[in-house]
C-alpha cells in the first residue's frame, strides 16, 4: 500500500520558488556523494524554505545567512504546514547553508559584502603572512581574537582604532577569573601583534600596549607525562577493533605516536609527501612555511598502506585521509583526529581527551634513552631547543626513588 503523499517528505514541486535551483543543487550533492536519504531530507528543505519565501515576499536573490536564521527561528522550529517537512533544525540549517554555497559558487547571488571588521582583519591576515610569514592557522586564531575584540568598534563603515581604551583593552584581554594565564598570554599576544600593524600604518598606540597584561609563566608543577610502553601498545590495539574507519584511525594513531604529528599536520599529510621507495616523510608544518623531512618507520608506512588500499574512498583528492561521510573524499579536519584518538580511549575505559600526550610520549621516550637535546628537538621539529627542554626538567619524585643512601647514613 503506496504511503499517503502527506506523509512523505516532498521533493517535487514546479511550482515552488526554488525549484529552479533544485536541479543545482541535486548535482552538488550527487558530486559529495551524500546518501539518497540525507538527499531527500535536503531537497525537502529547499522546497520548505521556498514556500516561506514566497510567503514572506523575499526573492531568492536576497537569500543570506540572516534570511536563513530567520527562517528557523520563525517557522521551522513550530511549522505548521500540512506535507511532511523534516523535523531537525540542524538537518535543515545544513541543507539551506550547502544552498547558499551552491548559489553563490553559480553566481546566481551575490556573496555578502564585508564589513569594515572583516575588511580590516583580510588586511591584517595579509600583514601576518607577507610581513611576519604566520601560518595560515595562527593568523586564523589572531583573527579571530581581534574580531571579538573590534566588535562594535567602527564607525561610517570604518573600524576606529579611537573607540578603543586602555580600561576596555585590558578587560578584554583578562577576561573571567575563570581565564587561565596561558590564555590571557595568547590573547595578549593577538592584540599586541595588531597593535604594531596599527603603528606600521601610521596609528599611535602607545597608550594602549601599556594597558596589555603580561601575566607571569611559571612553568608545570609536574612534567608532561607520556603513556607507558603497555599503554601506547593498548591504545594502538583498541584503534584497529571496531568500526567502518577503523584502518584510518589506526593509521592516523601510527603518526601521531610514532612521527609525534600534531593534529593539523596529520590533516594536511598529502600522497606526494611520501617517499616510499626511499622511507621519508615530508612533515608539512603547521607553525610555519617549511616543511621537514623525516624517516618514515615500517610500522606507520604499513599502517598508511593498509588504510590506503582497502577502505580510502576513490577520490581526486591528495590528502591522505579523507571523510568516509558526504562529501565523501574531500580532506577531514581535525576534529576527526581527535575522534579517532577519543574513541580508542573509549573503549580501553580510559578517562582521557587529549591527543597531545602522544607527542610527549614520544618525547619522553627519546630523554629516557638519553639521546641528545638537539636531536630530540629535531624529531620533535622544534625551532629551539628551549622548547624542548620543557621534557628533560628534574623530575624530583622519579629521582628519589633512584637515590642511593648516603655513605655511613644508618638511618
Avoid at 610581513?131 to 566588535?151: D, H
Avoid at 578603543?164 to 593577538?190: Q, Y
Avoid at 575522534?339 to 610520549?361: D, M
Avoid at 628533560?392 to 644508618?410: E, F, I, K, M
Amino acid at each position: 500500500m503506496p504511503t499517503p503523499t502527506h506523509l512523505r517528505l516532498r521533493t517535487e514541486d514546479p511550482a515552488n520558488l526554488l525549484w529552479p535551483f533544485v536541479g543545482l543543487f541535486l548535482e552538488h550533492l550527487s558530486q559529495g556523494r551524500y546518501h539518497e536519504t540525507r538527499r531527500r531530507k535536503y531537497i525537502a528543505s529547499t522546497l520548505h524554505f521556498g514556500d516561506w519565501l514566497r510567503a514572506r515576499r523575499i526573492a531568492p536573490e536576497n537569500i543570506d545567512e540572516k534570511c536563513i536564521r530567520r527562517f528557523l527561528s520563525e517557522h521551522g522550529s513550530g511549522c505548521t504546514c500540512t506535507y511532511k517537512t523534516p523535523s531537525s533544525p540542524i538537518i535543515m540549517r545544513a541543507a539551506l547553508n550547502n544552498l547558499l554555497r551552491v548559489l553563490r559558487a553559480k553566481s546566481l547571488i551575490g556573496s555578502p559584502t564585508p564589513n569594515a571588521v572583516e575588511t580590516e582583519l583580510s588586511r591584517f591576515s595579509s600583514m601576518l603572512a607577507e610581513v611576519w610569514g604566520l601560518s595560515p592557522e595562527t593568523r586564523r586564531q589572531r583573527c579571530n581574537v581581534i574580531r571579538r575584540l573590534l566588535a562594535g568598534k567602527r564607525d561610517d563603515g570604518r573600524t576606529v582604532l579611537g573607540n578603543l581604551n586602555p580600561s576596555h583593552l585590558r578587560a578584554f584581554i583578562m577576561g573571567d577569573e575563570r581565564r587561565k594565564p596561558a590564555t590571557i598570554r595568547n590573547i595578549a599576544s593577538a592584540v599586541r601583534c595588531y597593535l604594531r600593524y596599527r603603528a606600521l600604518l601610521g596609528d599611535d598606540i602607545h597608550h594602549l600596549q601599556r594597558a596589555i597584561p603580561t601575566p607571569s609563566f611559571k612553568p608545570a608543577l609536574e612534567l608532561p607525562r607520556g603513556l607507558t610502553p603497555i599503554e601506547l601498545e593498548q591504545l594502538l590495539c583498541a584503534s584497529t577493533t571496531e568500526g567502518q574507519t577503523c584502518k584510518r584511525a589506526h593509521a592516523i594513531l601510527r603518526c601521531l605516536a610514532d612521527l609525534g604529528l600534531r593534529t593539523l599536520e596529520v590533516t594536511r599529510l598529502t600522497l606526494d609527501d611520501i617517499d616510499w621507495q626511499n622511507g621519508l616523510v615530508r612533515v608539512p608544518t603547521v607553525k610555519a612555511r617549511r616543511s621537514d623531512i623525516m624517516p618514515l618507520p615500517a610500522v606507520t608506512g604499513e599502517a598508511i598502506a593498509n588504510y590506503l588500499v582497502p577502505e580510502r574512498p576513490a577520490t581526486d583528492c591528495r590528502e591522505v585521509f579523507v571523510r568516509h561521510i558526504a562529501p565523501i573524499g574531500e580532506p577531514i579536519g581535525r576534529r576527526a583526529v581527535q575522534r579517532s584518538l577519543h574513541k580508542a580511549y573509549q573503549r580501553l575505559g580510559w578517562n582521557r581527551t587529549r591527543v597531545h600526550i602522544l607527542r610527549h610520549t614520544i618525547a619522553s621516550k627519546l630523554v629516557n634513552d638519553a639521546v641528545p637535546l638537539k636531536q630530540v628537538a629535531d624529531v620533535m621539529r622544534h625551532r629551539s631547543v628551549v622548547t624542548t627542554a620543557g621534557y628533560v626538567r628534574v623530575d624530583q619524585a622519579r629521582l628519589s626513588a633512584v637515590a642511593l643512601p648516603w655513605p655511613g647514613d644508618n638511618s
